[in-house]
């Protein structure tokens, strides 16, 4: 157990919908990050939060957005859904960035049908 | 622009032989080099990092790996191999004060009996 928690587990929901995921840091971690995993794409990164801030922006599209909250726990909003946006979407937590290990949650899994 | 590349997309050895699973980064500083691996249906574990000192690092599960700077490697390795470690590999790079870690495509490693 990594002590990064994320909710839900699963998700499936229809095209154009809007879903929200959700994680909470490990104790004492300021930094969260989400990524996302597909079959054909690998892990990609999707962005960064320290302490309540922005950080860092990877290949996040304009439909996603995140937002880190002041008692740290982090919210990853994804709208007009498409299929291809099926995916593992994970979170991780770090002490701070750089050289600072990432501990990864057990991920949320999301079918759009 | 910052990369991490693993040239083998899977690697297949027998029980209790070493095994290797290759890394190589291109970045324009000094690098931090981390190794995760990722079990079915879980999140990534993080398994060591290389941040200065000794080239080699040791890390959990009897993992250990060599930063070479020369040849901008850090390939992961272990003296005998288990089938308990059948995972799938993630070398994973960043910089000092720079937020963005870059992953790797990772490495399928099979350990057959």
């Known amino acids: 157990d990594s002590g990064v928690t994320q909710t839900p587990k699963h998700l499936i929901t229809a095209t154009g919908q809007r879903v929200t995921l959700r994680c909470s840091p490990r104790?004492?971690?300021?930094?969260v990050y989400w990524y996302q995993q597909s079959l054909d794409q690998g892990l990609q990164f999707l962005i960064q939060?320290?302490?309540?801030?922005?950080?860092a922006k990877g290949n996040i599209l304009e439909r996603f957005s995140a937002q880190q909250f002041p008692d740290l726990h982090s919210e990853l909003n994804l709208s007009s859904l498409e299929l291809g946006d099926s995916a593992l979407y994970f979170c991780?937590?770090?002490?701070?960035?750089?050289?600072?290990?990432?501990?990864f949650g057990p991920g949320t899994r999301l079918t759009v049908t | 622009a910052q990369s991490v590349a693993q040239p083998e997309d899977q690697v297949n050895v027998a029980e209790g032989n070493p095994l290797t699973v290759k890394c190589t980064y291109s970045?324009?500083?000094?690098?931090?080099l981390f190794w995760y691996v990722q079990y079915p249906n879980r999140g990534l574990q993080f398994l060591l990092k290389?941040?200065?000192?000794?080239?080699l690092v040791k890390g959990s599960y009897g993992f250990e790996a060599e930063f070479n700077k020369s040849q901008t490697s850090f390939h992961l390795k272990k003296p005998s191999a288990l089938v308990s470690d059948s995972a799938l590999y993630f070398c994973a790079v960043s910089l000092y004060n720079f937020n963005k870690f870059y992953f790797g495509s990772g490495t399928k490693l099979n350990v057959k009996p």
């Open positions: 939060y320290y302490n309540g801030e922005e950080r």
């Open positions: 970045v324009s500083g000094n690098p931090y």
């Open positions: 290389y941040i200065t000192g000794d080239n």
């Open positions: 991780a937590s770090s002490r701070s960035t750089g050289s600072y290990e990432q501990y």
């Open positions: 104790s004492g971690d300021l930094s």
